[in-house]
């Protein structure tokens, strides 16, 4: 398989930076999915973990959803995959989830976050709090970089433990 991600560049002003260190991210994350079956993005990391591939992918839908919708935009947006009754349920329940819509929702998310971001100045104070904080737009990607560099890494065990596969 090609490698679809576009290096971030060496020396770039500091958007462009962060939007293409994020942009890489959320591809390695496509990437460690990129040809396995719907079964195989559900096996889980190894007991008691529910931990999977497939999981992954949902709660970054969320986890877009929380930050572009929610917090930079001040939007209704509940989560797509979890409650309060079931705050694991990104993770546990993906016994009937397929990686199709899976991936649909995902994709929606992070274009609405690219989409909702454009404009704006990374100095733009998020209409929502975290913890009772106001956070900028430039402090949201940063974070969002961390997230996805996080599951990303747990991206590559999964994957390395599914079918042999490794790389960056």
């Given at each position: 398989m090609t490698d679809p991600r576009i290096d971030p560049p060496f020396i770039a002003g500091e958007r462009?930076?962060?939007?293409?260190?994020?942009?890489?991210?959320?591809?390695?994350?496509?990437?460690?999915?990129?040809?396995?079956?719907?079964?195989?993005l559900r096996e889980r990391s190894a007991p008691p973990s529910t931990l999977s591939l497939l999981g992954l992918v949902r709660h970054l839908a969320d986890v877009e959803r929380a930050w572009f919708r929610g917090i930079l935009?001040?939007?209704?947006?509940?989560?797509?995959?979890?409650?309060?009754?079931?705050?694991?349920?990104?993770?546990?329940?993906?016994?009937?989830?397929?990686?199709e819509e899976a991936f649909a929702a995902w994709r929606s998310e992070v274009a609405n976050?690219?989409?909702?971001?454009?404009?704006?100045?990374?100095?733009t104070i998020g209409k929502g709090l975290r913890h009772g904080s106001e956070v900028s737009l430039r402090w949201i990607m940063v974070h969002m970089i961390e997230e996805y560099a996080r599951h990303n890494g747990h991206a590559d065990l999964l994957r390395e433990r599914i079918d042999g596969v490794r790389g960056d």
């Amino acid at each position: 398989m090609t490698d679809p991600r576009i290096d971030p560049p060496f020396i770039a002003g500091e958007r462009e930076m962060l939007e293409a260190w994020l942009d890489w991210h959320r591809e390695t994350l496509a990437v460690k999915c990129a040809g396995l079956s719907d079964e195989q993005l559900r096996e889980r990391s190894a007991p008691p973990s529910t931990l999977s591939l497939l999981g992954l992918v949902r709660h970054l839908a969320d986890v877009e959803r929380a930050w572009f919708r929610g917090i930079l935009m001040g939007q209704d947006a509940p989560p797509r995959y979890k409650s309060e009754e079931r705050p694991d349920d990104q993770f546990e329940a993906v016994a009937t989830t397929t990686a199709e819509e899976a991936f649909a929702a995902w994709r929606s998310e992070v274009a609405n976050a690219r989409e909702v971001s454009a404009d704006l100045s990374l100095d733009t104070i998020g209409k929502g709090l975290r913890h009772g904080s106001e956070v900028s737009l430039r402090w949201i990607m940063v974070h969002m970089i961390e997230e996805y560099a996080r599951h990303n890494g747990h991206a590559d065990l999964l994957r390395e433990r599914i079918d042999g596969v490794r790389g960056d």
